[in-house]
């Protein structure tokens, strides 16, 4: 079992095939060898123990990158949670202290799935990570450093969508980048409003522009911020989650405190899918409290 953020999450059982010893003979009239059977039933059993303890390497270098030790602000209540669909993937949150008074974070998902996209996920987040630990002020320096990572050590058409910000407490003021990321929800007084993408995703483009938005917080206030595992999750007919039903999900539970809020969504998605969600399920929820101590 693995604890993050509040929320207990199950490590997924795997299953090894047994394969009997002898060599594997194709049958008469099959044409060439398979070369599969060139090897032993046991050398194949090795190599694939040896392949899942590769993927559980992975998986743990993975979760020890989400964030542990989260900065007190005495204005916001904040969690995330990142429930990966396979052994690795690609949706990542991040939470940085950005000084007295200030927090950073982020919500991202490099396409694709497994190693591949775990690998260029964690060198993607340590990017994030270290730049956002400087405490830089200007966002597009570390945003176009990372759209450059990508560009130079991703495959060909692989990127990332990000939302990165950061909270300024003293003055309730939330600035941030959306790089063609699912638009976070902010739920004001009972009224949403959708934080949609301000620049294009990380990863494409060359001549990449970052631009800025910044909203303010209320007392009360609750932000919600999620990967399209969320809201493309599909039920046995296929109908997706969808922002509406996220919505409603987040009107009817803002007495919540926010890591119960997280488990709350996780398991309404997981009853639509009937326990069967297909992609990652990743969701950081922070909430403007009504007073500082």
């Not at 090894?16 to 059993?45: I, K, S, Y």
């Not at 730049?131 to 830089?136: C, I, T």
Request: glycine share 8%.
């Amino acid at each position: 079992m693995q604890a993050i953020q509040g929320i207990t999450l199950q490590k997924p059982d795997w299953v090894v095939f047994e394969v009997p010893e002898g060599r594997w003979e194709p049958e008469m009239g099959e044409g060439p060898q398979d070369p599969a059977a060139q090897f032993t039933g046991a050398q194949l059993l090795s190599a694939g123990q040896q392949a899942i303890q590769d993927l559980e390497d992975v998986r743990q270098v993975s979760a020890r990158l989400f964030p542990r030790d989260l900065p007190r602000l005495a204005s916001l209540a904040y969690a995330g949670v990142c429930i990966e669909a396979r052994q690795a993937g690609g949706d990542f949150y991040d939470f940085f202290d950005r000084g007295p008074h200030r927090l950073g974070f982020a919500v991202g998902d490099v396409s694709g799935k497994g190693v591949a996209s775990a690998l260029l996920r964690a060198a993607l987040q340590a990017s994030l990570r270290t730049l956002g630990w400087m405490g830089v002020d200007d966002f597009k320096r570390p945003l176009t450093l990372a759209n450059r990572l990508l560009l130079e050590r991703a495959p060909e058409a692989m990127y990332a969508s990000l939302f990165f910000a950061e909270y300024d407490e003293r003055r309730r003021r939330l600035r941030y980048v959306n790089c063609g990321h699912p638009a976070p929800l902010l739920l004001h007084d009972e009224r949403a409003v959708w934080l949609h993408p301000t620049t294009a995703v990380l990863g494409l483009f060359q001549d990449w522009q970052c631009s800025i938005a910044e909203v303010h917080f209320q007392p009360g206030d609750t932000l919600l911020l999620y990967t399209d595992g969320i809201t493309e999750a599909p039920d046995a007919v296929g109908e997706e989650f969808g922002q509406e039903r996220l919505l409603a999900l987040l009107k009817a539970n803002t007495h919540m405190p926010v890591s119960m809020l997280l488990q709350e969504c996780v398991g309404d998605v997981r009853r639509f899918t009937q326990g069967n969600p297909c992609d990652d399920l990743t969701l950081v929820a922070l909430r403007c409290l009504a007073e500082e101590s």
